[in-house]
């Protein structure tokens, strides 16, 4: 008998109820399980947990498969969260939901799952697997607008072995509509957005919590000091809002961006100059690839942030490191983020953001 249990990450949304669905519409033995990997705030307002617990247990209900309920908080702490204080601690710009993927969903979850003594794991990302007698190949989905292989890049190739993503085919719009047809209340609920451990409050609050303010300088290009900041890790690069920079006697009446965080001296620099936000070479290193033999790559395409379209460039493997350089300048290349590497629709690999190189 072909192996045909399925366990599907049921999160309370509408793209892991329509996985599930599909996959029990095509015969599989589907169970579902509710990852909890956030409990710091389950006596606030922020704290959405309960709610999409009730929301994936009556879609279990709605399309009769057992739902389990397993708390991964400890292991997302670990593997995730401490991760992300210590890079903005360190003046860098992480990618939790990136984190997320690799060390939790297929890692902790999938083992769990396979010791629960399922044959497969399915989740609701939009992304296309690609199976032959030697290689399974990760590419783009058909939904290049929700398309989300930019937060797979850096999920080991063979940790797909045993995945589905039922709706690599599928638009959004699509699935919305077969949650209404098949009358899952989720069919109208909101995506979540952002990361997740922060929910809707503000960044700059939660941030606090766990890392002190250490006010500093805002600099010009020139090193001239034209205001304070709060402390480096509160900002991004190419933020443009909040600077609170504005309105100054003998400056340009144009708005200013962050363009460099410089730790040693906790000076926030900004420019009024968008063309200043703009870099053709970085280096990446941590590289995870999808080929046997990345070193043939020369040119490809890439790209340095979720839903932006890959742009040509030039790669380099230089040992650990990655370097790349791209045909066109690209905007606010953010060292902590994740560069991801195509060819056409199938991903080659990722690595993520060391520095920006100016060679």
């Given at each position: 008998?072909?192996?045909?249990?399925?366990?599907v990450?049921?999160?309370?949304?509408?793209?892991?109820?329509?996985?599930?669905?599909?996959?029990?519409?095509?015969?599989?033995?589907?169970?579902?399980?509710?990852?909890k990997?956030?409990?710091?705030?389950?006596?606030?307002?922020?704290?959405?947990?309960?709610?999409?617990?009730?929301?994936?247990?009556?879609?279990?209900d709605?399309?009769?498969?057992?739902?389990?309920?397993?708390?991964?908080?400890?292991?997302?702490?670990?593997?995730?969260?401490?991760?992300?204080?210590?890079?903005?601690?360190?003046?860098?710009?992480?990618?939790?939901?990136?984190?997320?993927?690799?060390?939790?969903?297929?890692?902790?979850?999938?083992?769990?799952?396979?010791?629960?003594?399922?044959?497969?794991?399915?989740?609701?990302?939009?992304?296309?697997?690609?199976?032959?007698?030697?290689?399974?190949?990760?590419?783009?989905?058909?939904?290049?607008?929700?398309?989300?292989?930019?937060?797979?890049?850096?999920?080991?190739?063979?940790?797909?072995?045993?995945?589905?993503?039922?709706?690599?085919?599928?638009?959004?719009?699509?699935?919305?509509?077969?949650?209404?047809?098949?009358?899952?209340?989720?069919?109208s609920?909101?995506?979540?957005?952002?990361?997740?451990?922060?929910?809707?409050?503000?960044?700059?609050?939660?941030?606090?919590?766990?890392?002190?303010?250490?006010?500093?300088?805002i600099?010009d290009?020139?090193?001239?000091?034209?205001?304070?900041?709060?402390?480096?890790?509160?900002?991004?690069?190419?933020?443009?809002?909040?600077?609170?920079?504005?309105?100054?006697?003998?400056?340009?009446?144009?708005?200013?961006?962050?363009?460099?965080?410089r730790?040693?001296?906790?000076?926030?620099?900004?420019?009024q100059?968008?063309?200043?936000?703009?870099?053709?070479?970085?280096?990446?290193?941590?590289?995870?690839?999808?080929?046997?033999?990345?070193?043939?790559?020369?040119?490809?395409?890439?790209?340095?942030?979720?839903?932006?379209?890959?742009?040509?460039?030039?790669?380099?493997?230089?040992?650990?490191?990655?370097?790349?350089?791209?045909?066109?300048?690209?905007?606010?290349?953010?060292?902590?983020?994740?560069?991801?590497?195509?060819?056409g629709?199938?991903v080659?690999?990722?690595?993520?953001?060391?520095?920006?190189?100016?060679?």
């Amino acid at each position: 008998m072909e192996p045909n249990r399925v366990a599907v990450g049921l999160s309370g949304g509408v793209d892991s109820a329509v996985t599930a669905l599909l996959l029990k519409q095509e015969g599989y033995e589907v169970e579902g399980i509710f990852m909890k990997n956030w409990d710091e705030d389950d006596d606030t307002e922020y704290c959405t947990a309960i709610q999409d617990y009730e929301d994936a247990q009556r879609v279990a209900d709605q399309i009769d498969i057992p739902l389990h309920a397993i708390n991964f908080a400890a292991e997302y702490w670990d593997s995730v969260f401490e991760d992300f204080l210590s890079e903005y601690a360190a003046g860098r710009t992480p990618n939790p939901d990136v984190l997320c993927n690799r060390n939790i969903k297929f890692a902790v979850f999938q083992d769990y799952a396979e010791m629960q003594g399922a044959d497969w794991i399915a989740t609701g990302h939009y992304a296309r697997l690609e199976r032959n007698s030697k290689s399974i190949e990760l590419h783009r989905s058909d939904d290049l607008d929700k398309d989300q292989t930019y937060f797979l890049q850096a999920v080991p190739v063979e940790r797909f072995d045993r995945c589905f993503f039922p709706l690599a085919r599928l638009t959004k719009a699509e699935v919305r509509n077969t949650a209404k047809r098949h009358a899952l209340h989720v069919h109208s609920k909101k995506d979540s957005t952002g990361i997740c451990f922060i929910g809707e409050r503000r960044f700059s609050d939660f941030l606090n919590r766990y890392l002190p303010k250490e006010p500093g300088p805002i600099v010009d290009t020139h090193g001239t000091v034209i205001g304070e900041h709060i402390g480096l890790p509160y900002y991004t690069l190419g933020q443009r809002q909040g600077l609170g920079v504005g309105g100054m006697r003998n400056a340009e009446e144009a708005p200013w961006y962050v363009m460099s965080k410089r730790s040693k001296t906790n000076e926030l620099v900004v420019t009024q100059n968008q063309s200043d936000l703009e870099a053709t070479n970085l280096v990446a290193d941590e590289p995870n690839w999808f080929i046997e033999d990345p070193s043939t790559i020369d040119r490809c395409d890439a790209t340095v942030r979720y839903r932006s379209t890959p742009k040509p460039c030039a790669i380099k493997i230089d040992g650990t490191d990655v370097k790349v350089s791209f045909d066109e300048p690209q905007r606010a290349i953010t060292p902590g983020q994740y560069v991801a590497f195509y060819d056409g629709s199938r991903v080659l690999g990722g690595a993520k953001i060391k520095r920006v190189d100016a060679k």
